[in-house]
C-alpha cells in the first residue's frame, strides 16, 4: 500500500512561482509513471505533467515551458514547478502513481489559485 500526500499550494499572484510536493510513504519498488493532474471547478481532471521511471517527462501544451516535473528518489518525493502561472493554472492538484500491473495511487491534493 502506497500512501500519497502532496503540499506546497497556495494563494499566488498571475505571474509567479510555486512548488509542489508530492511524498511517499510505502512501497515505491515497482512505479512505473509518477503524475501529476488538476481539476478546476466544473471541469474534469486532466493530465499536467508525467514522468516516467527511466527520466522521460510529458506535459499538457497548456504548461510546457513553465512547469517542471522532478523527483527525489532518496526522499520519496516528487516536485512540480511551477512558474509564470495564469488564473487558469488555478485548481487542486494532484499527484499520482501508476505502478506495473496498473495498481493506481493518489494524494488528498492541494489547492492551487492563481490571482489575476
Known amino acids: 500500500q502506497v500512501q500519497l500526500v502532496e503540499s506546497g499550494g497556495g494563494l499566488v499572484q498571475s505571474g509567479g512561482s510555486l512548488r509542489l510536493s508530492c511524498t511517499a510513504s510505502g512501497s515505491t519498488g515497482s512505479v512505473a509513471i509518477m503524475s501529476w493532474y488538476r481539476q478546476a471547478p466544473g471541469k474534469k481532471r486532466e493530465l499536467v505533467a508525467m514522468?516516467?521511471?527511466?527520466?522521460?517527462?510529458n506535459y499538457a501544451d497548456s504548461v510546457k515551458g513553465r512547469f517542471t516535473i522532478s523527483r527525489d528518489n532518496a526522499k520519496n518525493t516528487m516536485y512540480l514547478q511551477m512558474t509564470s502561472l495564469k488564473p487558469e493554472d488555478t485548481a487542486v492538484y494532484y499527484c499520482n502513481q501508476l505502478w506495473l500491473g496498473g495498481l493506481q495511487y493518489w494524494g488528498q491534493g492541494t489547492q492551487v489559485t492563481v490571482s489575476s
Open positions: 514522468l516516467g521511471t527511466g527520466g522521460s517527462t
